[in-house]
């Protein structure tokens, strides 16, 4: 995951799914749905901040919950990163 904070005041959010790293085209598309779904939960408390998800080999493996816990987890440590950077001042509650 690549973030940078923007001006527009909004999250935005990229996503990286390569054909090499996860081969079919159904999965692929599953591991987009869950990553798009997953930042629009979370969008408010990301604001004012670019955001790409690259995802790696193998990241379709895991079912739908341990990718939402993955995502999850991930979202904590940018939050808890941009806090200590002073991009952001408070913590919103999920």
């Known amino acids: 995951m690549l973030a940078i904070p923007n001006e527009r005041g909004e999250a935005r959010l990229g996503v990286?799914?390569?054909k090499k790293n996860i081969p079919g085209a159904v999965q692929r598309n599953r591991v987009k749905r869950l990553?798009?779904?997953n930042f629009?939960?979370?969008?408010a408390?990301?604001?004012g901040t670019d955001l790409v998800v690259l995802a790696?080999?193998?990241?379709?493996?895991p079912g739908n919950v341990a990718i939402n816990h993955r995502l999850n987890v991930l979202w904590d440590d940018l939050l808890k990163k941009m806090r200590v950077?002073?991009?952001i001042d408070t913590l919103e509650s999920p």
């Open 56 to 61: 790696r080999k193998g990241a379709h493996a």
């Open 40 to 43: 629009r939960q979370r969008k």
């Open 16 to 18: 990286v799914v390569a």
């Open 85 to 87: 950077a002073g991009d």
């Open 45 to 47: 408390q990301l604001s």
């Open 35 to 37: 990553i798009r779904e």
